[in-house]
């Protein structure tokens, strides 16, 4: 009996010690992954990156031209490869004329163009499909490149494939939003203006605005994490990493939401012309804001719908309705943004991140002074250009706050072969 205790104690011992051993290198592996080196990207991949943002950048101004001038339906078909060339002879610009003559846009707004207005439309549009091009081909050459020489990580890897398939997603959204423009069905519609759909018009933008984000924080994080291996931001690790930031850093990736869909509803106003309307500020007619019957006009109500339905129809749908709309939210945007800056006055940021909330701040004020001139003056097209440019750029500067506020990681980080 005595040799059974004997064996059963040394059994529960053993099956102790055991247990012991495996929590403890269970423990072992755990701090050995966590400790593993991450992989450090060369920066020439987030110059790559930023060179896709700044053409983004570019294309969305372009664009913005191009809607103000009304050229977008001006080119007609869509050919990938055929279509870098624009017309040289007489006889080829006489051609593409008469495929625009065809249109809604043709017989109900310009009849009656001349072959010399024609051709100063077709660029504008002409232009914006070429840098469109251009975009694809600087992403795909340069990262066929970087893949078959080891020189993207997994994780970059895998955010190239998601922009690259937003770059090709934004051409095809492209030509689908022109086609709402060319419906024939317009001409049957009494009092129609031959314009693509605001809702196309609105997730156009939106796409461009995300590849322009994606690109943008990807060359960010790689220049980031390099500078990082290097040791360069050793010394405001413990500034960036305080705490007390974390509110401050829920309301930086807020004021990146806001700043996005203020200018979403942007491309609602101008996808329905509703800047032409309403033209004071702050007041709309006479008032804070436009008569009920106004904003939710019977109109955009039709047989049978919900109440629900024609509700959501004139958020969208009516002009008026979607001015107010991107008043309330352009205003709500500069509020959250002035919060933001007098909330960061008592604040211990680092260098990098009270600049980006510097620039918040005056880029914001830019922008209002921008969108209010626009409406005053009717929006003329130098206005409304620059005010879809502010609108991106106060979008870039959300952005860079947000990862200025980003932890710096306390692991080592070695270079990628």
């Known amino acids: 009996m005595v040799k ?45 990156m930023m060179t896709i943002s700044a053409m983004t950048f570019g294309i969305v101004v372009v664009g913005g031209m191009t809607r103000l001038t009304e050229s977008g339906l001006s080119i007609v078909e869509w050919n990938l490869i055929k279509g870098m060339k624009p017309p040289r002879s007489q006889a080829e610009w006489e051609e593409e004329f008469e495929k625009y003559k065809q249109f809604p846009e043709y017989k109900i707004l310009n009849h009656g163009m001349t072959l010399e207005e024609f051709k ?3 660029y504008y549009e002409w232009s914006h499909r070429m840098l469109g091009r251009a975009i694809g081909a600087a992403f795909i050459l340069p990262g066929l490149y970087f893949a078959s020489r080891g020189m993207l990580s997994k994780a970059i890897a895998r955010r190239s494939w998601i922009i690259g398939g937003l770059i090709g997603f934004q051409g095809a959204l492209g030509w689908y939003m022109v086609k709402s423009g060319l419906d024939e069905q317009l001409m049957s519609t009494p009092g129609a203006t031959p314009r693509v759909s605001q809702y196309r018009l609105a ?26 291996s290097k040791g360069a931001y050793e010394s405001l690790a413990s500034v960036i990493n305080n705490p007390i930031l974390k509110r401050f850093k829920g309301a930086a990736h807020g004021i990146v939401a806001l700043v ?4 979403i509803s ?13 033209n004071e500020f702050p007041l709309m007619g006479g008032r804070l804001m436009p008569p009920v019957g106004e904003l939710f006009d019977s109109k955009f109500v039709h047989d049978g719908d919900h109440p629900t339905v024609g509700l ?26 002035s919060a933001l800056f007098l909330y960061s006055r008592n604040l211990p940021l680092p260098p990098q991140a009270r600049l980006g909330v510097n ?28 005010h879809q440019a502010g609108s991106l750029t106060l979008l870039t500067s959300a952005l860079y ?15 990628l072969k």
Not at 205 to 216: E, K, M, V
Not at 260 to 263: D, I, Y
Not at 312 to 329: A, I, S
Not at 359 to 380: D, E, N, R
């Open 359 to 386: 620039l918040l701040m005056g880029v914001a004020c830019c922008q209002v002074g921008l969108g209010i001139a626009t409406l005053l003056y009717m929006v003329p097209v130098s206005l409304g250009t620059a």
């Open 312 to 337: 959501w129809r004139n958020m969208f749908d009516n002009q008026v309705t979607v001015q107010f709309n991107h008043r309330v939210l352009a205003t709500s945007t500069f509020t959250a943004v």
């Open 260 to 263: 996005f869909f203020t200018a």
């Open 4 to 48: 059974a205790r004997f064996q059963s104690t040394v059994a529960a011992t053993s099956g102790s010690t055991t247990a012991t051993t495996t929590a403890a290198t269970g423990t072992a592996a755990a701090k050995a992954v966590a400790a593993a080196p991450e992989v450090v990207v060369k920066p020439i991949v987030g110059y790559w």
């Open 401 to 415: 706050l947000m990862h200025s506020l980003k932890k710096v990681p306390v692991l080592k980080k070695i270079p």
């Open 120 to 122: 100063r439309i077709f």
């Open 203 to 228: 997730a156009h933008l939106g796409s461009a605005f995300l590849i322009y984000t994606g690109a943008f924080m990807t060359g960010l994080k790689v220049l980031t994490d390099y500078k990082i």
């Open 266 to 278: 942007g491309a609602f106003v101008a996808g329905l012309d509703a800047g032409l309307i309403y």
